[in-house]
């Protein structure tokens, strides 16, 4: 394995000490052409945007910065975190002597793990301190929820000693030499929690340190490490995406060997071959067209639904592959291409023009806009009421939860079983009375008001 090649950023940490062999196939692969996706362009604009806002708190929201255009959307989201933020000490007291915030810093976690420069480079979204403690912040924009206790989160805490640490004495800088507790927090607007944090005592960071330059020490003695068994730990890996990791493939080979089992069909004649999975996809395609699902048994539809999952997986990057390669234009994909989706119309001039010009047709407000009541999860978002406790309060007696449509999930799953609302009451007959043959009052007789 080339180790010049070797990486280990702060956000694939967590699958690096999950899976070692990950790295090193990483390593091993060809650099693949720079595609940034549209949600890390999103996370990258909003990113920016609250760095800027840390930096320009009594400044109208932008509409641009750098070269990202912003939209009312960002700021909202952008708001809820601004809105912790500053109600923090250290952000409170900023410009007071033993308080620090420092918003988007860069530093290197491996000069104090023994390791080389460069393999493991930390970006920390905000660092906020106070003579007690230290939090470092970490900012998600994804639906892809993280703990706060994660690796990239205690790289980014090691990183963060440059900062508070005198490189000659080892002591913390004046103003800090008291700090005990460190606090990790992930800032995720999409979280219906908005802040997750993690607390641990200032030490801990030492230990983090051993077990980081322990694991580089294992990457570079141990160069033929083997991917291990596929699970969450594979989400983001290049070599999952690329599909070279051989127990990815193997599974996709398993899983589809097994879904044949179970749904009574017969693999090839020899088993499944290895690392074959277009091969094991096809003959599972040729016997779902002749099997009713609902003669399974229940076994058999359980230990089909078992064996499901590694398929979706593979058949969603399967597709997404093909449209790299389609949209890259480096060569084509045996009967597949890409189509527009399905066009939107859109207006040519900015808002205040088309109104204007709308306006000239002897068309009001009422047939230019439509009144519509936001959603409560909108409501909620908004400045006005995300900033006022007392108001996000009254909003929130206005609002009720329904449940969503059933979903099926595995029975491992720790969230409540669903319940049937039909089943969940005894439905109750309406008693019929006997009329007497000779009512006691007309209808002429009824007040208009019963």
């Known amino acids: ?220 003695s141990e160069q033929q490490g083997v991917p291990r068994a596929p699970g969450d730990h594979c989400v983001f890996c290049v070599g999952k995406k690329q599909n070279k990791c051989p127990e990815y493939l193997n599974m996709i080979n398993n899983s589809a060997g097994s879904l044949l089992s179970a749904v009574g069909g017969t693999p090839p004649e020899g088993g499944l071959a290895p690392l074959s999975p277009v091969e094991s996809i096809a003959s599972l395609a040729e016997q779902a067209q002749h099997t009713d699902v609902s003669r399974l048994s229940g076994d058999a539809l359980g230990r089909a639904l078992d064996m499901i999952v590694g398929i979706e997986g593979f058949a969603k990057d399967l597709k997404e592959e093909a449209e790299r390669r389609i949209r890259a234009q480096k060569g084509s994909v045996d009967g597949w291409k890409l189509k527009h989706g399905n066009s939107a119309k859109k207006w040519t001039l900015p808002v205040d023009e088309i109104v204007h010009r709308l306006g000239k047709m002897s068309l009001n407000k009422k047939d230019i806009f439509e009144e519509k009541l936001r959603s409560p999860a909108a409501m909620l978002g908004i400045p006005k009421v995300d900033g006022s406790t007392r108001r996000k309060n009254k909003v929130a007696e206005l609002i009720t939860s329904v449940p969503g449509k059933p979903k099926l999930v595995p029975e491992s799953d720790p969230s409540p079983d669903y319940q049937d609302p039909d089943q969940m009451f005894e439905k109750v007959e309406a008693k019929t009375e006997e009329k007497d043959a000779t009512p006691s009052h007309t209808a002429e007789q009824i007040p208009f008001w019963l």
């Open 1 to 220: 394995m080339p180790l010049e090649n070797l990486r280990l950023n702060p956000s694939s940490l967590d699958r690096v000490f999950s899976c070692p062999g990950s790295a090193i196939l990483t390593a091993s692969l060809p650099k693949a052409p720079f595609e940034q996706s549209k949600a890390a362009e999103d996370g990258d604009r909003k990113h920016a945007l609250c760095h800027w806002r840390v930096m320009n708190l009594e400044a109208p929201w932008p509409t641009e910065v750098g070269t990202h255009k912003i939209s009312s959307g960002d700021v909202t989201e952008v708001q809820k975190v601004i809105n912790y933020v500053k109600a923090q000490k250290a952000f409170v007291n900023r410009g007071t002597f033993g308080y620090l915030v420092a918003p988007e810093q860069f530093g290197e976690v491996g000069r104090f793990c023994g390791i080389p420069d460069d393999l493991c480079r930390a970006r920390i979204d905000l660092l906020l301190a106070d003579p007690n403690g230290v939090e470092v912040v970490d900012y998600k924009f994804g639906r892809y929820l993280v703990a706060p206790d994660c690796w990239e989160l205690k790289a980014n805490a090691i990183a963060a000693l440059q900062f508070l640490v005198d490189p000659e004495t080892g002591q913390f800088r004046p103003g800090f030499q008291q700090m005990k507790n460190l606090r990790l927090t992930i800032l995720q607007p999409a979280n219906p929690n908005l802040a997750s944090s993690a607390d641990f005592p200032i030490e801990e960071v030492g230990e983090w340190m051993k077990e980081i330059s322990s694991l580089y020490q294992r990457l570079v």
